[in-house]
């Protein structure tokens, strides 16, 4: 049994609880997703209607209240033991969702008026945001972004290309970072735009190997303009800073969540497939060696949950 059944906080009990009722669903849909390349819309209905979307909106806007990274992590492995392609898209929208919550309670705690930071958070318990999220650049990395935001007399415009848009052909916005410049130099930004708004093109052109539900296209950005508001520096272009080593941290320690999840739903079709089988009358079950490849794998599979566990706490 995987610790991931164990969470530690009651928001983290209720996510999981709402992760194990839509799983069936999401695996019997697995499958078809990844034969076609295309990711499954109905999922994330699915996730929205359980409330698995707003995990992390505090409870007064109508979420569960999430706050624990540990239990963020079991339930994104819970989910991937259903369809992994839908974990790993839905733990981009979760990290942007993370954060905007972290930013409505700062609010909340220095008595500030928490309007703007509530309206999204309600928007997504209500079911109308879903939110990706993209970094990825060719020729870049996650501290050189070359997507640049350039100041314009009312805002920004916004020209570049982004990879791996996980989530993008069902999201109703995209977050990302940026490129600034200005008199004091090259900043990192971040932006949360409409998928709607005028320049943003989708490319329809993922079609990997693996993951083929997960919809992580690439998407140009052509003269998209943008309020100023809608732009915010993170730090430094090419250096680490606080938001922008929390900004990765938050979405990337959970993904790996995914793939453990995948892990333990192998383990447990690879332990039901050799209970079920025979080979000249006897149980493959009974068979040193595929008792010892099992016991390899139950292993490796408790190093990988315990490293989880303590990167969670």
């Known amino acids: 049994m995987s610790y991931a059944t164990k969470p530690r906080t009651a928001a983290g009990s209720r996510l999981q609880g709402a992760i194990e009722s839509v799983v069936p669903?999401?695996?019997?849909?697995?499958a078809q997703a990844d034969r076609d390349g295309?990711?499954?819309?109905e999922n994330y209905r699915d996730?929205?209607?359980?409330?698995?979307?707003?995990a992390f909106v505090p409870e007064p806007l109508g979420g569960f209240g999430l706050e624990s990274v540990h239990d963020w992590i079991l339930g994104i492995a819970a989910l991937a033991k259903g369809d992994g392609s839908t974990a790993i898209a839905m733990n981009m929208h979760l990290a942007v969702s993370a954060s905007m919550a972290q930013g409505y309670r700062r609010a909340e705690a220095a008595g500030?008026?928490?309007?703007?930071?509530?309206a999204p958070l309600a928007a997504i318990a209500n079911g109308e945001m879903l939110i990706c999220a993209t970094a990825t650049e060719r020729g870049g990395d996650n501290l050189h972004p070359l997507t640049e935001a350039t100041a314009t007399a009312d805002g920004w415009r916004i020209d570049g290309t982004k990879l791996f848009a996980t989530l993008s052909p069902v999201a109703t916005h995209i977050a990302m970072n940026l490129r600034i410049r200005d008199d004091d130099g090259d900043h990192i930004g971040s932006t949360l735009l409409p998928m709607t708004a005028a320049g943003i093109n989708p490319q329809d052109?993922?079609?990997?190997?693996?993951m083929r539900g997960s919809g992580s296209q690439s998407i140009v950005f052509?003269?998209?303009q943008v309020p100023q508001a809608a732009v915010r520096r993170m730090g430094p272009w090419g250096k680490w800073s606080i938001p922008v080593l929390l900004n990765r941290t938050m979405a990337n320690l959970p993904l790996v969540g995914a793939f453990l999840g995948m892990a333990e739903a192998a383990h447990e079709f690879a332990i039901t497939a050799v209970n079920d089988q025979q080979k000249l009358g006897q149980p493959v079950n009974t068979k040193p060696g595929v008792q010892h490849v099992i016991g390899e794998m139950t292993m490796e599979l408790a190093k990988c949950q315990s490293i989880m566990r303590q990167?969670?706490?």
């Open 205 to 210: 052109d993922w079609d990997a190997l693996g």
């Open 222 to 224: 052509d003269n998209v």
């Open 311 to 313: 990167a969670g706490d």
């Open 112 to 118: 500030t008026d928490t309007g703007a930071a509530a």
């Open 38 to 41: 295309t990711i499954c819309a």
């Open 47 to 54: 996730l929205q209607a359980a409330g698995i979307a707003a």
């Open 25 to 30: 669903q999401l695996r019997e849909r697995a």
